[in-house]
């Protein structure tokens, strides 16, 4: 009898697998209650969390509304983004480059003024030049040339005043002589010919004890030039 109590045992538990089958799936159950417990402590993702920097805020206020500008019909002109202002771009797009702005219209600018001209100075129809021909001791010999600018024949009458001295004679060459009269320190001389148009006539004269450059020197009371 207790033999045959001894081999049911093991002849039980082979006519009976569901035993093993329960036991093994209980093994398996606190093997992943295990794993379980073993992966929280370790916490990796709390680790990294924390090595993480704090996330910026980022303010929060009122979007600023987006501007619309009304567009021309038949035009395309881009959209306008928020935050943009229209006129950062420089030029507004219908102007072209290299175009000036127009100053019509415009007031309180400085005028630009010409310069003054004054009376225009008219060139004398008888002019006379002064020079001295020859110089010696006690006296010199001078000369006026006489010219005419107009288109007619004209007479002249030279004045000359030294302020003192000795007047000799006065002539002109090649023609008939004029009238000479003599003054405190000079002479006056009026032309016998008349000087041609756009010719000229020389007059001479000798004077001593006299400063070679004279006070004054006239052609019909235009002064001389060359003293």
């Not at 001593?208 to 001389?224: F, M, N, S, Y």
Request: net charge positive; charged share 15%.
């Amino acid at each position: 009898m207790s033999g045959m109590r001894r081999s049911r045992g093991p002849a039980a538990v082979a006519s009976s697998p569901w035993i093993v089958v329960f036991a093994g799936v209980v093994v398996m159950v606190v093997l992943l209650f295990m794993a379980l417990g073993a992966y929280r402590g370790c916490s990796p993702a709390s680790d990294e969390a924390s090595a993480l920097p704090p996330a910026l805020s980022l303010p929060q206020g009122p979007v600023p509304p987006t501007v619309s500008t009304p567009t021309p019909p038949g035009s395309s002109a881009p959209p306008l983004r928020p935050g943009l202002s229209p006129r950062a771009s420089g030029l507004s797009p219908s102007a072209s480059a290299g175009s000036r702005p127009s100053t019509a219209g415009r007031t309180g600018g400085p005028a630009t003024s010409r310069p003054a001209t004054g009376p225009m100075q008219s060139v004398p129809v008888v002019s006379g030049r002064y020079r001295v021909v020859q110089s010696f001791d006690g006296g010199f010999i001078g000369e006026v040339l006489i010219v005419n600018r107009a288109v007619e024949d004209r007479g002249w009458t030279v004045r000359l005043d030294f302020g003192g001295g000795r007047f000799v004679t006065a002539w002109v060459e090649g023609v008939p002589q004029g009238t000479v009269r003599q003054t405190g320190g000079g002479f006056t001389y009026a032309s016998g010919v008349d000087v041609p148009a756009g010719g000229s006539a020389t007059l001479r004269f000798h004077l001593e004890r006299a400063l070679t450059t004279p006070q004054g020197c006239t052609v019909d009371g235009v002064r001389c030039t060359g003293f």
